[in-house]
């Protein structure tokens, strides 16, 4: 009598799994266990098919299960993918700054040039955004030279009290640096005037804030998820944000918008360069 053989489960991949728990340790907040990043990966193939993505583009994710990548050429769609690739950063990257004597910012760019209606996220210019970010340090003073920097495009879906959505692209960035907070609001500013349609509505282009867990500042700055933001009135007739559940037309296009970048294409790193595989220190000049 013949029996058949069960297939071995695939063991989750080791450095993803060392790298997590490291975090972990370094008290990071939302570092996903096995579990959660399998029930997320569902979820995004699952919006993909309700969707209908033609499924040549996404079918390759189906065989993911966190093991070593099956794939010569992985995508940011891949929940797994991604998020090892972020963590090994965060905890290479942290290293890094940790060993900097300049001072630690965690910065937030708002550049309203770059927010796109609903359905245009394809549209977004990752390069271009980045590009802007690196002349603006480029023409810093030569105290930054020295700088390291970290940080990724963060996506979130805003909603204003009018009911208007859009989608709002902005950087989150740790910075080690020798400069004050006034100073890196200067250095980081964006320089083109608002579009038309955000004429009048009140953005803070820089936002600069001291760190005190680097490695949770860091993780935060790269994190891959989209997250609703529902403007509100308070009562003193001040306009403030909570958050609200993406709707799942805008959650897919996020999805698709992944599935065309590889893992850390999102991510921005000045100071610092990927060398085989490590995050290590640009030398100076």
Sequence with gaps: M?????????????????????????KVQKVLTEEELARLQQARLARFARGGVDEKKWKHLKRCRGSECP??????????GERKELNRVVRQTRRLLKSSPALLHFVTIVD?????????????????LFQSLRRRL????????????????????????????????????AIAVEADAKEVRRVLKPRRPAPPDMVGRKFRPVKVKPITSLANAIGYSVKP?????????DRRGNTDRRPFKVPEAAQ?????????????ERSF????MV?????VARKKG
Aim: hydrophobic letters at 40%; a positive charge.
């Design 138 to 173: 480029r023409d810093a003073p030569d105290n930054w030279k020295a700088a390291r920097v970290i940080g990724a495009v963060d996506i979130a879906y805003d909603r204003d009290a009018d009911k208007r959505e859009w989608w709002a692209p902005h950087l989150h960035l």
């Design 71 to 80: 794939h010569s050429s992985c995508s940011a769609a891949c929940i797994f």
């Design 252 to 264: 897919l296009e996020h999805d698709t918008w992944m599935l065309r970048m590889r893992p850390r």
């Design 2 to 26: 013949s029996m058949t053989m069960r297939k071995r489960p695939e063991r989750f991949d080791a450095q993803a799994a060392r790298d997590a728990e490291a975090l972990r340790r370094l």
């Design 112 to 128: 309203p040039t770059y927010f796109l209606q609903p359905g245009q996220l394809h549209e977004l210019s990752v390069d271009g």
């Design 225 to 233: 998820t989209v997250d609703g933001r529902e403007a509100i009135w």
């Design 269 to 272: 790193l000045s100071g610092m």
């Design 275 to 279: 060398l085989r595989g490590k995050v």
